[in-house]
């Protein structure tokens, strides 16, 4: 198999299209965010009252939303507590060294990759980090001021309910995240962005995303319709990535974490750039 040294010297010397990055909750699992599909994670797991799918949806939002946001509160306080790490960072000095070429699809609704110093971010779930009224009269705005982060256990106060709530139309706000029961769109989830994105690829880094949602399987199948080069990084080797890739010619494999393998990945694009 063609080294992927050489695949690198041959896209960035001679091609025009994007090096292209996916990432998934493994680079922000390194961060210390569970993740929730992982043998150990959230999807596995579940909360002590309900499991992802049960409220994780517009449905059950509608109906009990002050527990949603309680949760979402919670998530609020991880993030916040969270710090961007060695892969993020990595990913940053390589968008840097790529310019316009670099394109980032990220499944991950933290904000790390923008904390890191990343630019050019398409975020496909939404940003925990954003609310929207749930009766679509604005948004995605930033979350308010006035909102704290919670323990779990903890409740609403008045004045959290009262800043949760769409200071036009007087509906509640909504976190800026795609949940289960809902579709794809371009307006909050770069739904045509990213397949562009993936028609115009030359080389897609596919990291730490197991492959369980729709959009980012149909990103990979884009790029392999197209017989381009894809590399999985990912510390497991029995992904659907890894299954669905098996036998294609031109699929390369970095079997370690992102914040292992993207310094590397970094070291070797300034080394062919300066070349």
């Not at 709530?165 to 739904?191: A, M, Q």
């Not at 079997?255 to 310094?263: D, F, I, K, R, T």
């Amino acid at each position: 198999m063609e080294s992927l040294q050489s695949i690198l010297n041959t896209i960035i010397k001679e091609k025009q299209g994007y090096i292209t990055f996916l990432t998934g909750a493994g680079i922000s699992a390194e961060s210390g965010l569970p993740t929730y599909r992982s043998i150990d994670g959230t999807w596995i797991k579940g909360t002590k009252y309900h499991r992802p799918e049960e409220f994780g949806t517009l449905k059950y939002f509608k109906q009990e939303p002050e527990e949603v946001w309680q949760y979402n509160l919670f998530w609020k306080k991880l993030i916040q507590e969270a710090k961007p790490n060695t892969g993020h960072f990595a990913l940053t000095e390589i968008e840097e060294l790529l310019g316009d070429r670099f394109r980032l699809i990220t499944q991950n609704i933290d904000g790390l990759h923008q904390r890191a110093g990343v630019k050019k971010v398409y975020e496909i779930h939404g940003n925990k980090q954003k609310v929207r009224c749930s009766k679509e009269c604005n948004g995605p705005i930033d979350f308010p001021a006035q909102v704290k982060q919670k323990e779990y256990v903890e409740d609403l106060t008045q004045e959290d309910i009262d800043g949760l709530k769409c200071t036009e139309c007087g509906s509640w706000l909504r976190p800026h995240t795609l949940w289960f029961d809902e579709c794809y769109n371009e307006k909050y989830y770069y739904f045509d962005t990213a397949y562009d994105i993936a028609d115009h690829t030359d080389i897609l880094f596919v990291i730490g995303t197991s492959g369980s949602t729709s959009l980012p399987v149909n990103i990979v199948e884009t790029v392999k319709i197209r017989a381009k080069h894809i590399v999985i990084i990912n510390p497991e080797n029995d992904t659907y990535f890894h299954a669905v890739l098996k036998g294609y010619k031109t699929l390369n494999s970095m079997q370690e974490s992102s914040s292992s393998a993207l310094p590397k990945l970094s070291s070797l694009f300034k080394e062919i750039i300066h070349s």
